[in-house]
């Protein structure tokens, strides 16, 4: 099993970075953090322009048409600059939804808009606090009209379209497409800690919604989608990781207390030690996710939770000791620290919590042991 990227998409990752730095790297994050906008909406016009937003979209609906391993590579240089730009949302997701199981019709309405960055999207599951299951969904769609509330909804603020998971007239959690500019919708902003990745409430009062996949096939399209955007997004968190690590690094080489750089303490050296183990594990688990993402394995759904939590647990490690290392400057406005500890934070609870994600490894793998041993 060979696990290392292609010479092209080595070239790939190279081109995006450039990009992504020519942009300004972190310093987008930072001026959306401190304006009113929602995400940099030049920036992701670049990436469309670019063709990263239509990486693993096929050509006939307006993609470039590679691989999702491209988009893994794409994925982990948008964490090293944690970029505030709603990729994750429109394209790891309702992107997906629409390619999995959207109709002809559907994938031509929708699959050119995302690619081209025309529009936005946003998957909408949530209904409230704590561990998000179907028996928790309230939301419902009586004759083609929805109605509900859903919250949060992460970059419901500016997407354009939804995937709503509801039940159906019969009573079964089904999923569909609404317009979010269309009537009987409205959306309020929430506060949260990364403001650049916003979170909404979205309610729905009579919003036309168009069923996406069969009815009832809801929750299973939810969970292979979610599994699929839980690898993506790891690649996103271990590009973060990555470079939190690197500022630290770079700090204690240069940082000089009692006539030596911080770095040849011990204290520091374990500290670094300790960040370069969490993020290299990291590294090897969303390289099996990747590797069943793009061959699609029988082992998704535990590569997914091994790369989510391992990947989860790496960044906000990394985050974290990052801040330690600086001492009182990582803890100011003016260094770059808190920005990763915010982005940190933000993704450790996208498509659920760590926690949740554990339990669902525990039961996969379970299950797995149970049917070799059948």
């Not at 009815?215 to 989608?225: F, K, L, N, R, S």
């Not at 080489?253 to 290299?280: C, N, W």
């Not at 998704?300 to 939770?305: D, F, N």
Request: charged letters at 20%; a negative charge; glycine letters at 10%.
């Amino acid at each position: 099993m060979n696990l290392d990227f292609s010479d092209e998409q080595k070239a790939l990752k190279e081109q995006v970075r450039r990009f992504l730095e020519d942009r300004g790297g972190v310093a987008q994050m930072r001026a959306v953090l401190t304006s009113d906008a929602s995400y940099d909406k030049d920036l992701y016009k670049g990436l469309a322009e670019l063709g990263v937003l239509g990486a693993a979209i096929p050509e006939e609906f307006g993609g470039v048409g590679l691989s999702h391993l491209d988009l893994c590579v794409v994925a982990e240089e948008l964490g090293r600059v944690i970029a505030p730009v709603p990729v994750a949302s429109s394209i790891y997701l309702a992107a997906e939804f629409l390619l999995q199981a959207g109709s002809q019709a559907q994938k031509e309405a929708w699959l050119p808009k995302l690619a081209a960055g025309e529009a936005i999207g946003a998957f909408a599951l949530n209904e409230g606090e704590g561990r998000m299951g179907p028996e928790k969904i309230k939301a419902s769609v009586s004759g083609g009209k929805l109605t509900g509330t859903k919250s949060p909804v992460a970059d419901g603020d500016c997407a354009d379209v939804a995937i709503v998971a509801a039940r159906s007239e019969s009573g079964a959690v089904s999923l569909y497409v609404v317009d979010l500019n269309g009537p009987g919708v409205e959306r309020r902003t929430l506060n949260s800690i990364d403001p650049s990745r916003g979170q909404a409430v979205l309610t729905f009062s009579g919003a036309p919604a168009e069923l996406l996949g069969g009815e009832g096939d809801g929750w299973h399209i939810a969970t292979q989608v979610m599994d699929r955007a839980a690898i993506l997004m790891a690649y996103e968190q271990l590009g973060g990781a990555d470079r939190a690590l690197e500022m630290a690094r770079d700090y204690a080489l240069e940082r000089m207390a009692f006539g030596r750089p911080i770095g040849s303490f011990q204290a520091i050296k374990h500290m670094l030690a300790d960040m370069y183990v969490s993020a290299t594990l990291a590294r090897s688990n969303c390289y099996y996710g990747a590797w069943a993402l793009a061959s699609g394995a029988s082992e998704l759904p535990v590569a997914a939770a091994t790369a989510r939590v391992s990947a989860s647990q790496a960044f906000q490690h990394c985050a974290k000791n990052n801040i330690q290392v600086h001492g009182g400057m990582g803890f100011t406005f003016e260094y770059d620290c808190h920005l990763f500890y915010r982005r940190a934070n933000a993704l450790a609870l996208a498509l659920g919590s760590v926690s949740t994600w554990e339990d669902m490894l525990v039961d996969r793998m379970t299950t797995g042991n149970v049917a070799a041993a059948a």
